[in-house]
């Protein structure tokens, strides 16, 4: 099963985790990583973050992610939720949650697809900050957790 939802509402992820596992007695491992707006960023406080995407480009791109972690991983299901629109600090921003017979293919696809989300999702992230708005930019550390896999970080139009 995989699943994938851009949206502007919040998540609830102990129901999430339980509909992805829902009715598969293969599964023995769940992992599941939630990304949060964080106060501070860069040494600046952050009032708030806007995400914003292209409606279907954003769900293929994903769709390959998920579709590179099944041919790297011995996976079950996989459930990936990204958030758009205006977020606070600790709000939700992503889900990524996989199911598999053990907890290592469930713990490496998990965090592939976040290697993968942070540096090729077509997603653009501007903070409101007290000195005005700015543009999140790729970090060199997101480029080098990707390389870890094997692959080459494109660069996105922004």
Not at 95 to 111: D, K, M, P
Request: hydrophobic share 45%; charged share 25%; proline share 3%.
């Amino acid at each position: 099963m995989t699943s994938i939802s851009i949206q502007t509402q919040d998540f609830d992820v102990g129901a999430e985790i339980a509909a992805l596992r829902a009715h598969d007695g293969r599964v023995g491992a769940v992992c599941c990583f939630v990304g949060t707006v964080r106060e501070r960023n860069e040494g600046d406080e952050v009032a708030s973050m806007e995400l914003e995407h292209y409606p279907g480009m954003t769900e293929k791109a994903i769709e390959a992610m998920v579709g590179e972690a099944r041919a790297r991983f011995d996976v079950y299901g996989v459930r990936v939720i990204h958030r758009v629109g205006l977020l606070a600090p600790q709000d939700q921003i992503v889900l990524v949650a996989v199911t598999s017979a053990h907890r290592g293919e469930s713990f490496q696809a998990c965090e592939f697809l976040m290697d993968y989300l942070k540096t090729q999702a077509p997603f653009w992230k501007k903070e409101q900050t007290p000195s005005g708005a700015r543009w999140v930019d790729a970090r060199t550390s997101d480029d080098a957790a990707l390389a870890r896999w094997g692959i080459r970080a494109a660069p996105m139009a922004g």
